[in-house]
């Protein structure tokens, strides 16, 4: 096995564990009783596909999990820019730190640190964001000819710059830091159109412990509430720090 699937499955992996131990009945919009309860027994019971370079990621009887990164970051061929703007910082930093440790006196700790700011980022982006991919795993779905009766895409927000405000009539405003999707009328409205093809939808922000599942056939009933929504972007650095000592002989 690759490094590359093997660091995918390892993702795919601690997304489903996430949901397994954090999943509760408000966290999702469109079920039943019945059905958070069938919905929590598929979860229990999925696993991995062994074939990991094949649609889909995760299965489980008479059904499937299909899981992708979401960002608020831009994106073009090469990614989101906050993901490829973050590898080259840290390696950039990582490499300044030995080279100053390697010319330091012995037995001289040498502590550096490093930060920039973030990338913009912007809630236009999380709908390009998704509708992108969510397009391309439909594509998947659809050449693979999977006869799953039940049929979940897993959506994984990697950052968090993007908090949600929702005030609801005579009631304080409720904030999230993170993207919520629940209250993305737009883009709900837009996902509606697969409500053949894929029965739900989770996303997920591990860093800000943000979950909601939605039944998609269910979104004209979420759709009529009556709230205000706010997507903020959030300003933010990303930092590193190292401490060493150059022993005699080798560096630590």
Known sequence: MSENISNQDSIEQRSLDFIKNHLNKEDCFGLSDQQFVQLKSWLESAQLNPLSTTFPDIVFNNGFIEHFAITSSSENKKGAQQTRESTIFNKNSENNFLKNLDTSEQYELVSNSYSRPFEPHSHNNVIKS?????????????????????????????????????????????????????????????????????DYLILINPVSFSLEVIKIDSIPKILEKEIEVIYAPISGFESHGYHGVKLPGKDI
């Open 130 to 198: 998704i509708q992108k991919n969510w397009s391309k795993h439909i594509i998947s779905y659809e050449k693979s000819m999977n006869s799953s009766e039940h049929r979940i895409f897993l959506l994984e927000y990697l950052d968090s710059n993007i908090h949600t405000a929702i005030t609801r009539k005579n009631e304080p405003a409720e904030i999230f830091e993170s993207y919520r999707i629940n209250t993305d009328k737009i883009l709900l409205d837009w996902i509606y159109k697969y409500k053949e093809k894929i």
